[in-house]
């Protein structure tokens, strides 16, 4: 997949990340890595529910560990009454940090995964605001995986 392919629809992509293994996700990141990333946080702008994040004003930082170099990519997300803009590498001040490798992440982001049981496995780690923390995942429209046929 190159950088000109278009983004995968976003309910697909969750059904793809609820059949692949742990093993087959890693595969994923490690050979597209930037370019799943990149996509993942251009998207959260169009998911973003306008209504139910109207009075939210918030830095959000996302921390997904796992890079070659033993580092992380780091994505802040402003979320301003309503509307959602991301930034690689930002420098704002983050009202809330958030780190997770990045298999976890993928899972989360698609709907195949618990925030709250990342968090309480300890897969997931929160820094500042908890309370706004607990808030950010419901001001997003998941595409949630389609069940499968043989479900």
Request: net charge negative; aromatic share 6%.
């Amino acid at each position: 997949m190159d950088d000109s392919s278009p983004p995968i629809d976003p309910a697909d992509y969750a059904a793809l990340v609820r059949d692949a293994s742990d093993e087959q996700l890693a595969a994923g990141m490690q050979t597209n890595r930037d370019l799943i990333l990149d996509q993942v946080f251009e998207q959260m702008a169009e998911h973003l529910d306008p209504e139910i994040s109207r009075e939210a004003e918030a830095v959000v930082e996302w921390r997904i560990s796992g890079r070659d170099d033993g580092g992380h990519d780091r994505y802040q997300v402003l979320i301003d009454r309503g509307t959602c803009e991301v930034t690689r590498n930002g420098e704002r001040e983050a009202t809330v940090i958030y780190t997770i490798a990045p298999v976890e992440f993928i899972r989360l982001v698609t709907g195949n995964a618990s925030g709250p049981e990342l968090f309480m496995t300890g897969r997931l780690t929160v820094e500042g605001d908890l309370m706004l923390a607990a808030m950010t995942q419901s001001w997003f429209r998941q595409p949630g995986p389609p069940a499968s046929a043989g479900a």
